[in-house]
């Protein structure tokens, strides 16, 4: 890095950067607008030449200009949304020339489009009328155009797209997009009409004062690229047809680049965005390569099984025809006899790794091979394969494409909506996709169900209420459905599937469900359980009103709730008892209804360092959301987040900043039973004569011990979460993703609070190992 200038200004606003092209030498500068203030800046070292305050309260700049050649700027913006300002400023010393400004009887919406160094165009607030404004030598003329009048059928609102293309612009509405012409003094002329979807590149400097751009359109399964030049509307320099895939959707953005071919005509590459958010690279009619980008924003992602090797069935056979393995056992008699060519070498590695045991369509013996389904931001599902992390198929799902009644859809989050058990393996697996019509979170609800083996989306639905949380219940119909509640805005339940088995086996269930909500903004914990059938909708059966059995508030002053933690809904906890070195026994508290909650002081909710340690702490709770009663609560004094935490067993483990320290620490705690202390008789335990097995209910009040204890660590955290196996026997590790993207596999017995700094010889037997101030890293 050659230089860094900082710019500061009195008021926040948009940035806007002036490119001309630089040539670095003395005289020349950057111009740059950011926080309300005009700057130019040096090329040579950064310094800020000079800089000019744009004091207008309302003023609201769009555009900085500066025509080819000239020695001025132009800035131009709205002020008050009604007004139009052009103030016009000397590029040498930032002098102001001249400030014009003309009032306009509407409102100005959306952003200006540049079409010429000194014309630009805007909508008004209804999307209805044209606005071309011209400011040639500091004089503003304007002139108003009806998009009705250059587009017949125009319903919804038009917008105006961008092109970087001098004096051209276009105009789109749900049902066409225009491409205008600005010819003269503000005088409009439509080039291009088009019904198929449209997107423009910016322009290209192809050679000395010629320009080129780029159009892509949909029509059916194939898009068509045309270049032209950005003179000549007319005429193409390319045209080509290329068949796309229909699960990427349409083409969001495209950019090109030109290379010389050997009879000296332009040859163009397009490189296009695609809905799905995938890249891919056009070149002579075809796709050159192309990268699945949507992966890198995965809102969420869940498991699914592979489907058993049936016995007596090879999965060779399933996989290779005849002449497949036929051409592989020469291909490995070639590289047996040396006289393989390297193509045939890289064949034979392909099919290696193609048959090997990590990446094969079935489940392994120990299921760690499975499906990874990930849903993307773009509304795209994938399923990768963990053995090789191929993506075996890929759906751009409908449920969550733009539509008339779903304008702005987004994916929320997945579940396992059918886990057929292996016994009886007729039906494929699926996955539920939850999505909403919007971000704000009355929304209306969308839901999709996929086939995890396929990818197939076999039915999708458009909910007639909002979807706020997803409760997954535990249980499940004869067809391996699970049972989900949807709780909507105005906290009424809805059961899902809608079916009569699925309403009797709620029912039995209906004074065993519960649950809770966190209000993050207003720091508000609720618990509710079921009340009776939605009163104002008598025709739907399967929606439930809610009633409020307690809440939580904490003081919005001192508390500002930042990270929760709850218990994985299928672990396994194999013994609830816990053997001690002196030969006593200590019982685990264990609830699927224990929640983790941490707060911070409001001023330490800011980056790490923001605060002295005097003016933050760490506030962690251990709440019962069935009762709403508060376990166990403690501060940590002078320490501030972000807060990472995981909640298995009867125990938690949260990351945080210790302030005072200067250093990340780590701490756990551990809660016990106690009403069962009386129990205590280890034969009593092996003979089977204890009390494991009386009912434990959340009504009866708890008394409970816990014991915690604090470590300092050495790394900064994304995310943490905790080992699972089948019957929960395994000793557990703690997997902790770190800053530097690496996984850490620590063990629990490292993060145990009986640890002290001399464990008697019986301690010693049992594990416990000798208490350090810091959690040991061991790199490799």
Same mark, same amino acid.
Request: proline share 3%; hydrophobic share 45%; net charge positive.
């Given at each position: 890095m050659v230089w860094e200038s900082s710019l500061h200004g009195p008021k926040h606003s948009k940035s806007l950067l002036l490119t001309t092209n630089l040539i670095i030498e003395k005289d020349n500068s950057l111009i740059v607008f950011s926080n309300g203030r005009l700057n130019a800046v040096s090329c040579i070292d950064g310094e800020v030449l000079w800089k000019k305050d744009f004091e207008e309260e309302s003023l609201e700049v769009q555009q900085v200009i500066q025509p080819p050649g000239s020695d001025f700027i132009y800035v131009v913006g709205f002020a008050a949304s009604s007004q139009f300002e052009m103030y016009k400023i000397n590029a040498k010393n930032g002098e102001l020339l001249k400030h014009e400004s003309t009032a306009f009887s509407g409102r100005f919406s959306g952003e200006v489009s540049l079409v010429s160094s000194e014309t630009v165009v805007a909508l008004d607030s209804t999307g209805s009328i044209l606005l071309t404004i011209s400011f040639h030598n500091g004089k503003i003329s304007s002139q108003q155009?009806?998009?009705?009048?250059?587009?017949?059928?125009?319903?919804?609102?038009?917008?105006?797209?961008?092109?970087?293309?001098?004096?051209? +612009?276009?105009?789109?509405?749900?049902?066409a997009t225009i491409f205008i012409r600005v010819i003269g003094e503000g005088k409009l002329e439509v080039v291009e009409k088009t019904n198929h979807e449209t997107v423009v590149s910016d322009a290209l400097s192809i050679s000395e004062g010629q320009q080129a751009f780029a159009l892509v359109q949909h029509a059916g399964r194939n898009i068509h690229l045309t270049v032209k030049p950005a003179h000549d509307w007319d005429s193409s320099l390319l045209k080509e047809s290329i068949k796309m895939d229909q699960q990427r959707g349409f083409v969001h953005k495209v950019f090109i680049n030109n290379y010389i071919r050997t009879d000296r005509s332009h040859g163009f590459r397009a490189l296009i965005v695609m809905e799905d958010h995938s890249l891919l690279l056009l070149q002579q009619g075809a796709i050159v &390569?192309? !990268?699945? /980008?949507?992966?890198?924003?995965?809102?969420?992602?869940? @498991?699914?099984?592979?489907?058993?090797?049936?016995?007596?069935?090879?999965?060779?056979?399933?996989e290779l025809n005849l002449f497949e393995w036929l051409k592989g056992h020469v291909?490995?008699? %070639?590289?047996?006899?040396?006289?393989? @060519?390297?193509?045939?070498?890289?064949?034979?590695?392909?099919? !290696?790794?193609?048959?090997?045991?990590?990446? %094969?369509?079935?489940?392994?013996?120990?299921?760690? !091979?499975?499906?990874?389904?990930?849903?993307?931001?773009?509304?795209?599902?994938?399923?990768?394969?963990?053995?090789?992390? #191929?993506?075996? &198929?890929?759906?751009?799902?409908?449920?969550l494409h733009k539509s008339e009644s779903c304008r702005q859809p987004i994916g929320l989050n997945l579940h396992q909506w059918q886990v057929p058990h292996h016994h009886a393996l007729d039906e494929n697996p699926s996955v539920l996709v939850v999505g909403r019509c919007g971000p704000s979170s009355d929304a209306l609800g969308v839901l999709s169900l996929v086939d995890s083996y396929t990818g197939k989306e076999f039915s999708s639905l458009r909910l007639v209420h909002s979807v706020a949380q997803v409760i997954p219940l535990p249980y499940t119909d004869s067809t391996e459905q699970r049972l989900h509640?949807?709780? /909507?805005?105005?906290?009424?339940?809805?059961?899902?599937?809608?079916?009569?088995?699925?309403?009797?086996? +709620?029912?039995?269930?209906?004074s065993n469900v519960y649950w809770y909500s966190i209000d993050d903004d207003n720091g508000i914990i609720k618990g509710y359980a079921l009340k009776t059938k939605c009163s104002g909708n008598v025709a739907d059966e399967f929606c439930f009103d809610s009633r409020e059995l307690w809440s939580i508030v904490l003081p919005s002053e001192s508390e500002k709730i930042i990270t929760t933690a709850t218990r994985n809904l299928n672990e396994a906890v194999h013994t609830q008892a816990k053997l001690i070195a002196d030969q006593d026994v200590m019982y685990k508290y264990i609830s699927s209804n224990l929640l983790f909650v941490a707060t911070v002081a409001p001023k330490a909710s800011g980056e790490i360092g923001s605060v002295t340690p005097e003016e933050s702490w760490l506030?962690?709770?251990?709440?019962?959301?069935?009762?709403?009663?508060?376990?166990?609560?403690?501060?940590?004094?002078?320490?501030?987040?972000?807060?990472?935490?995981?909640?298995?067993?009867? &125990?938690?483990?949260?990351?945080? +900043?210790?302030?005072?320290?200067?250093?990340?620490?780590?701490?756990?705690?551990?809660?016990? /039973?106690?009403?069962?202390?009386?129990?205590?008789?280890? &034969?009593?335990?092996?003979v089977g004569n204890h009390n494991l097995t009386s009912p434990v209910s959340s009504y009866s009040r708890a008394e409970v011990i816990t014991k915690s204890q604090s470590y300092f660590f050495t790394?900064?955290?994304?995310?943490?979460?905790?080992?699972?196996?089948?019957?929960?026997?395994?000793?557990?590790?703690?997997?902790?993703?770190?800053?530097? /993207?690496?996984?850490?596999?620590?063990?629990? #017995?490292?993060l145990d609070p009986r640890r002290s700094v001399n464990p008697t010889q019986a301690e010693r037997e049992e594990g416990i190992i000798p208490l350090t101030d810091s959690l040991p890293i061991i790199p490799q």
């Open positions: 155009t009806p998009v009705s009048n250059l587009l017949e059928d125009s319903p919804g609102l038009a917008i105006i797209i961008h092109s970087s293309v001098t004096g051209i +612009f276009a105009i789109k509405t749900d049902a &390569w192309s !990268r699945e /980008d949507g992966l890198a924003s995965i809102i969420d992602v869940t @498991t699914s099984e592979l489907p058993v090797e049936k016995a007596g069935v090879s999965v060779a056979k399933v291909l490995k008699l %070639k590289g047996t006899l040396m006289l393989a @060519t390297p193509e045939d070498i890289a064949a034979i590695q392909y099919m !290696r790794l193609k048959s090997s045991e990590k990446s %094969k369509m079935t489940r392994d013996h120990n299921g760690f !091979r499975k499906l990874l389904i990930a849903l993307t931001r773009a509304g795209k599902l994938f399923a990768l394969h963990t053995g090789d992390g #191929r993506i075996v &198929w890929s759906h751009l799902l409908q449920s509640l949807l709780i /909507d805005a105005d906290k009424l339940a809805h059961l899902y599937p809608k079916t009569p088995e699925a309403i009797d086996i +709620f029912q039995s269930e209906f506030v962690v709770y251990l709440i019962d959301t069935v009762t709403g009663r508060v376990l166990h609560r403690m501060t940590h004094h002078g320490s501030q987040g972000p807060v990472q935490a995981v909640l298995s067993e009867n &125990w938690v483990v949260y990351h945080y +900043f210790n302030l005072r320290a200067h250093r990340y620490e780590m701490s756990v705690i551990e809660i016990y /039973d106690q009403s069962r202390a009386d129990n205590k008789d280890v &034969w009593k335990l092996v790394h900064s955290l994304k995310a943490i979460t905790v080992t699972l196996t089948v019957k929960g026997i395994t000793s557990k590790q703690l997997l902790i993703g770190t800053i530097g /993207d690496q996984v850490l596999a620590l063990d629990k #017995r490292f």
